[in-house]
Each structure stands twice: as structure tokens, then as C-alpha cells.
């Protein structure tokens, strides 16, 4: 099997540096140009199935790379980004100055923090890896499309490389990018990670 990972475009928070989360916060015109390069350049490849987290940024741009292949695409709900708790909707540099705390639990042992009002980043880790699961117990040798967010796909690509989520930060993925695993069994191999060539064309 081979995954394709797509983090969706960027948004007005992405550009701005709210904490976004579960906020349900659609694409910028950016993002969606974003959205349909990275559409674009999936327009070859061969693809079974695109599956999307249930939040409209990833749907989104689910809905630009689908329209090139006429699937209909699976949303799922355990898909989505980190429920941030009481971080939704903050500065970043808010959250720097209130919550340093929590932000230095955060740096040094990303494993045993549970967000206040949210989620941990294991358990977005088990929610996402169950997923992966559940799709690939259900497909053959078919080629997917998964379109999800930062922390979702960071923490997946933590397990599939065999790291623990204190390395999260190595697996940090930009807005509209492409992270590619080849899915052999219980093996996975990172074909290419956080690509971004699409987004920046060479100059003719």
C-alpha cells in the first residue's frame, strides 16, 4: 500500500498564529491556491482512495485532489487535528506568555501531556493509527490519499519511523504538503517527507 499524506492548505489562523485545533477555520485564498497546486501535482499518480479528516481546511483540499480522479472521498472524523482545549482560538505568543508552563511540559516530555480541556498527543497518535489501521485491514495493495493535519501526521510519521513523540518537532509538516510511506505489512518506509516542490514551480 502506498499513503499519501497531505497536510490541507493554509488558513487566516495558520497566517496570523492562532492556536486552530478542532476550530473548524476554512481555507485562505492562499490555502486554496495551495490546495489546488498540491491537486495538481497528484494528478497522475494512481490513487484508490482519498480519505479526510471532517474539518472543511482538510476537506477542502480533499475536494481539489479528488476532482482530478472522480473518487468520492471518506470523511472521518478521527482524522481530525488535536483538540486543543483551552489553547483554541489564542496567539501563540499569548500562549508563550500565559501558559509557559504547560509549553515547557510540552518541550521536555511531549508523551505524558494532556492538554487543558484537550486532547494528549498520545491519544491523537492511538486515534490516528487506528485509522490507518482500520483502512489499510479493508484494502488490498490500493494506493490512498489522507488528507489531516500537523499533528496528526506528525505523530503518525513519530510511529511509522519507530521514534517517540519526543521527536515530534523532527516531523513537523508544512501547510499543503506531501509526506509519502510505502506500507509493506507491518512495515513502513518514508518514501519522501513534507514535500513542498509543488507549491514553489522552477522558473522556466
Known amino acids: 500500500m502506498r499513503l499519501i499524506l497531505v497536510r490541507h492548505g493554509k488558513t ?4 496570523t498564529g492562532r492556536c486552530q485545533g478542532i476550530s473548524d477555520v476554512p481555507l485562505n485564498p492562499t490555502g486554496i491556491e495551495q490546495a489546488e497546486k498540491v491537486a495538481f501535482s497528484l494528478k497522475d499518480e494512481s490513487i484508490d482512495r ?3 479528516s471532517d474539518l472543511v481546511r482538510a476537506k477542502t483540499t480533499a475536494e481539489k485532489i479528488a476532482a482530478y480522479h472522480s473518487i468520492e472521498i471518506d470523511i472521518r472524523d478521527d482524522l481530525r487535528e488535536m483538540d486543543q482545549g483551552i489553547f483554541e482560538g489564542l496567539d501563540f505568543s499569548y500562549i508563550r506568555e ?3 508552563d504547560v509549553l515547557e511540559h510540552w518541550r521536555k516530555d511531549p508523551e505524558t501531556l494532556q492538554l487543558p480541556g484537550g486532547e494528549s498527543l498520545k491519544g491523537v497518535q492511538q486515534r490516528a493509527l487506528d485509522a490507518i489501521a482500520e483502512i489499510k485491514s479493508r484494502l488490498g495493495s ?3 490519499v489522507v488528507v489531516s493535519h500537523n499533528m496528526v ?4 510519521l513519530c510511529s511509522f519511523t519507530g521514534n517517540s513523540l519526543k521527536k ?3 516531523y513537523i509538516v508544512n501547510e499543503a504538503s506531501k509526506s509519502v510511506v510505502e506500507i509493506y505489512d507491518d512495515r513502513f518506509v518514508i518514501i519522501s ?5 509543488h507549491l514553489h514551480p522552477p522558473v522556466e
Open 98 to 100: 500565559k501558559y509557559s
Open 142 to 144: 490500493e494506493n490512498i
Open 193 to 197: 517527507f513534507n514535500d513542498i516542490d
Open 12 to 15: 487566516d489562523w495558520n497566517e
Open 50 to 52: 482519498i480519505y479526510s
Open 153 to 156: 501526521i506528525g505523530t503518525l
Open 168 to 170: 515530534l518537532r523532527d
